[in-house]
């Protein structure tokens, strides 16, 4: 997809970090925009936002992605609006702190359904209407954690490589089939975001001092430059694209150094993590 001039734009989590700055661009760019968010409020501020950097069209509903029937109907809803969907950004995520001894069943139910199921309801749903189009492109918003493991991570972590394997054998599917959709999963380092600040975490864990620990040792990049490198990995049909030095280095640390990584992590993270409560 080398132009985004009046294409259709479907986009979850946009009420904040990534995705905003991703609808704002868009925007920009010449899209109509179908936008998303649970967060009603944040919500309102992109599409003004959205607005001001001279949308062409916006649709705007809150959603929950782990809802499989009001994602249904969202899909056809917002395929009914526009008439057609070119492309799809599964953005929409959160995330999940603490030992797995620790942590609540409910609270892994919280983050599989957004992180993993949101991402399968976006693809499934709107796939048939990509294809039709016959010019679309869908992302799917992995993380680092989705090539690397980190410990306290690994209920993210598991919906993240979940995301990876099921986004390249997407990829695959539409080579194999002669789909002209262009498939990529993306991996971003860490971005100045609230992800962290709006995290759950175990009870060991103090959740301040983990946002904390994120923001001030992790994110380093801010969301705007990160939805500039996933649009141009979007005009550039990538297969994977790597958001951030942090991810680079890390994902290549991983590959040079095979399973060793994990002993390597391990015995940093000793020193560097956030203490738990006893």
Do not use: C
Request: glycine content about 10%; overall charge negative; proline content about 2%.
């Amino acid at each position: 997809m080398k132009s985004f001039d009046d294409k259709v734009v479907v986009l979850t989590g946009a009420g904040s970090g990534i995705g905003r700055a991703l609808a704002v661009d868009l925007a920009g760019r010449g899209a109509r925009l179908a936008l998303s968010d649970v967060n009603e409020a944040g919500l309102a501020e992109t599409v003004d936002l959205a607005k001001q950097a001279g949308a062409r069209e916006i649709r705007s509903d809150r959603l929950d992605v782990a809802d499989r029937e009001a994602f249904r109907t969202y899909a056809q809803t917002v395929i009914d609006h526009f008439g057609t969907v070119n492309l799809v950004i599964n953005n929409a995520g959160v995330a999940l702190s603490g030992r797995i001894n620790d942590l609540d069943w409910e609270d892994i139910d919280w983050i599989i359904g957004i992180d993993w199921w949101g991402v399968v309801h976006g693809t499934k749903f709107f796939l048939p209407a990509l294809i039709e189009s016959g010019d679309a492109h869908i992302i799917n918003i992995s993380s680092l954690f989705g090539l690397v493991s980190m410990p306290d991570q690994a209920f993210y972590n598991a919906a993240k490589y979940a995301v990876r394997g099921f986004t390249e054998a997407l990829r695959e599917e539409m080579l194999i089939d002669g789909h002209n959709v262009g498939v990529t999963s993306v991996h971003p380092g860490g971005i100045k975001t609230a992800v962290a600040r709006s995290a759950r975490v175990s009870a060991k864990d103090d959740q301040a001092a983990t946002a904390k620990f994120f923001d001030e040792k992790l994110a380093k990049m801010e969301p705007e430059r990160a939805a500039e490198i996933i649009i141009k990995g979007i005009e550039k049909k990538q297969a994977r694209v790597l958001v951030g030095l942090d991810a680079h280095v890390i994902h290549n640390f991983g590959k040079f150094t095979g399973s060793r990584y994990q002993d390597l992590i391990a015995f940093g993270a000793k020193y560097v993590m956030p203490k738990k409560n006893h």
